[in-house]
């Protein structure tokens, strides 16, 4: 059966909307997964991982992912209300926080050791390939998007997935979904990746194949559980590499 394709301007309203559905969405996301232990601690009951503490450390982590959410927010609806200079504008002001975002994903990532947050099934230092393995395909998705920001539809994709990459794992991970054993962590860790449905539905509609850039974020989303997963199964011994790495445990 073929897909129907929507005529162009239908397309551009509808794609409009669609964006700014899915920012609002991938917020939703977030504070379903992290209300209990972050936004809404000591409001409402905690789910089976709470926070054991919040140091400053994850509390700047904290404010940070939550501004970078704020932002892709404020970039969808800038477009939707057409105020394309604003977007150029904040867009640069994004880039360069996403570039300190990536300081604080690994600090937080080493530090957590001495909290020991991880859950039942692993170690502190194992657990830290988690946070880590996100590290580079978030920074080749936001640099990808940047580099084409002249081309719209690859760069809301790259940008779109960069979001989903932040929140698949953290945020769901959370969630009182499956028990807190391997195979219930891998479980939740795949589930992340249907975050990406919408966004393939969106594709085979408005273009009747899925977009390359889709692709591309799809596929860094992955490899970001690959890792981890092959940590675990295969009791690869990442801790003894893990124990070397700059700022471990401070």
């Known amino acids: 059966m073929a897909t129907i394709i ?3 301007v239908d397309r551009k309203a509808s794609e409009r909307k669609f964006y700014s559905r899915m920012a609002l969405f991938l917020v939703f996301v977030v ?12 409001i ?3 789910y089976p991982r709470p926070n054991p503490t919040l140091p400053p450390a994850v509390i700047l982590h904290g404010a940070v992912f939550t501004i970078w959410m704020a932002l892709i927010i404020a970039q969808t609806q ?9 977007h150029m504008r904040l867009g640069i002001a994004g880039m360069l926080f996403a570039i300190v975002m990536i300081p604080v994903m690994y600090l937080t990532a080493v530090w957590q050791v001495v909290r020991a947050n991880q859950p039942p099934f692993t170690d502190p230092l194992t657990w830290t390939i988690v946070p880590l393995a996100v590290i580079i395909p978030f920074a080749a998705l936001v640099w990808g998007g940047w580099a084409n920001r002249r081309n719209v539809q690859t760069h809301k994709r790259l940008m779109l997935s960069a979001a989903i990459l932040v929140v ?5 991970g959370r969630l009182p979904i499956a028990p807190p054993v391997l195979a219930g962590f891998t479980v939740q ?5 249907a975050l990406f449905v919408p966004l393939l539905i969106w594709d085979r509609r408005s273009l009747g194949h899925v977009h390359p850039a889709t692709k591309f974020g799809f596929g860094m989303a992955a490899i970001s ?11 690869l011994p990442w801790a003894r590499l893990a124990a ?3 700022g471990i445990g401070a």
């Open 6 to 8: 929507a005529p162009p």
């Open 31 to 42: 504070l379903l997964g992290f209300g209990p232990s972050f936004y809404l601690r000591d």
């Open 44 to 46: 409402v009951p905690s």
């Open 78 to 86: 800038l477009i939707a209300a057409r105020k394309h200079q604003v």
């Open 168 to 172: 698949m794992g953290p945020a769901i």
């Open 189 to 193: 860790l795949l589930l992340g990746l």
């Open 225 to 235: 559980i690959a890792i981890p997963l092959a940590v675990f199964w295969g009791n």
């Open 244 to 246: 070397h790495l700059p």
